[in-house]
C-alpha cells in the first residue's frame, strides 16, 4: 500500500476539481477541502490503496488538507489557476478559476470515476453544508480536534457515508 504523499497527482486532482467546479458560485476553499477529503477517503474505502496519500487534519470546520495552500500556490505561479475573493451569500470565499486544461496523465480512469462521483454528491453543497456533512464522516468523527485523521477509519462508516458494498459471511 503506497502511503508516501504524492504532490503532483495532488496538484492534479486539485486542478481537475478547479476546472469542474471553479465556476460555481458556492465553491470556495473550503467545499475543495471537502471534495479533496472526500475523493482521497472514499478511493481508500473502495481500493484500499491512497489515491494523493495526502494527510487531513481535523480541524473546526471539518477535514483539512495539509498542502492545499503549497499546491494551489504552486499552481497559481505555473499559470493554471487563479485565486480571487468573493462574496457568496454575505461570507467572504477564497475561490480559484481554472486558466488551462487539467494534466491529468497520473490519474487512471478509476480514480477519475470516483473524483466525479464525489463532484456530483458534494459541488453543489455550501461550505457550511460541506462542513456539517464531513462532520458526520466516521474518521472525521473518530478522531480528536487538530489530530490526524486515519484512512483506516473509513472501514467503520456509516452507511450514508460508505462507498463501498460489504458482503457479510
Not at 37 to 46: M, V
Not at 109 to 138: F, G, N, P, Q, W
Amino acid at each position: 500500500m503506497k502511503n508516501n504523499f504524492n504532490k503532483k497527482k495532488f496538484k492534479q486532482v486539485l486542478h481537475y476539481l478547479i476546472s469542474r467546479c471553479g465556476e460555481l458560485d458556492n465553491v470556495g476553499k473550503t467545499v475543495f477541502y471537502k471534495l479533496l477529503y472526500f475523493a482521497d477517503f472514499n478511493y481508500y474505502e473502495l481500493h484500499e490503496d491512497k489515491l494523493t496519500g495526502e494527510t487531513y487534519r481535523k480541524l473546526p470546520r471539518g477535514p483539512a488538507p495539509s498542502h492545499f495552500d503549497e499546491a494551489a500556490s504552486e499552481l497559481e505561479n505555473e499559470g493554471k489557476i487563479r485565486p480571487f475573493d468573493d462574496v457568496f451569500f454575505g461570507y467572504h470565499q477564497h475561490r480559484f478559476q481554472s486558466l488551462a486544461a487539467p494534466q491529468l496523465d497520473l490519474i487512471s480512469r478509476e480514480e477519475l470515476e470516483v473524483i466525479d462521483a464525489v463532484i456530483s454528491k458534494c459541488s453543489l453543497m455550501t461550505a457550511r453544508e460541506a462542513s456539517d456533512y464531513s462532520h458526520e464522516d466516521m474518521p472525521y468523527r473518530a478522531t480528536d480536534d487538530l489530530e490526524i485523521i486515519d484512512y483506516e477509519l473509513v472501514f467503520y462508516r456509516d452507511p450514508k457515508f460508505s462507498v463501498r458494498v460489504y458482503i457479510d459471511d
